[in-house]
């Protein structure tokens, strides 16, 4: 299995984040050219390894459009350039309630669900090791 860095290319990289502890536990990357949903097995590991699910293009459009609010409103420090290092404009504390003001339900939702029901029907694309 390569890591992230071996696969780093126009074909391959991590966008964003939407959950962290102590590095990204899930997020979007792209992965020939689409964008698609990853999240790590095994959070707790020293060594993480991320698995890259084949995302419906109707979650992926929710979860896009959640990304978008919160960039606006919170910041891109979830998100990483091309050579992997992470943004990190944060936006003034008082607009961060818009973002959960306008997050939008479907996301909400999706968030919740996706181990629950849908990791186990989506395809898995591959695999790639940290780290960032």
């Known amino acids: ?3 992230m860095s071996e696969l780093r290319s126009k074909h391959f990289r991590v966008l964003y984040h939407l959950n962290y502890y102590d590095g990204p536990i899930s997020g979007v990357c792209l992965w020939n050219g689409e ?3 990853f999240e790590c097995r095994d959070p707790d590991s020293m060594s993480r390894t ?3 699910y084949k995302t419906p293009s109707t979650d ?3 979860i896009s459009k959640n990304h978008e ?3 606006k409103y919170v910041g891109t420090h ?3 350039d091309e050579n992997g290092r992470r943004h990190y404009n944060l936006r003034p504390y008082s607009s961060h309630k818009k973002f959960y003001e306008n997050q939008a339900q479907s996301f909400y939702t999706l ?3 996706i181990r629950k029901k ?3 029907n989506w395809e898995i694309l591959g695999r790639f090791k940290s780290p960032f």
């Open 1 to 3: 299995m390569k890591s």
């Open 35 to 37: 964008t698609h949903y």
């Open 50 to 52: 991320y698995i890259v």
């Open 60 to 62: 992926m459009d929710i």
């Open 69 to 71: 609010l919160f960039s």
């Open 78 to 80: 979830t998100e990483y």
């Open 111 to 113: 968030k919740f669900d």
């Open 118 to 120: 849908y990791l186990e």
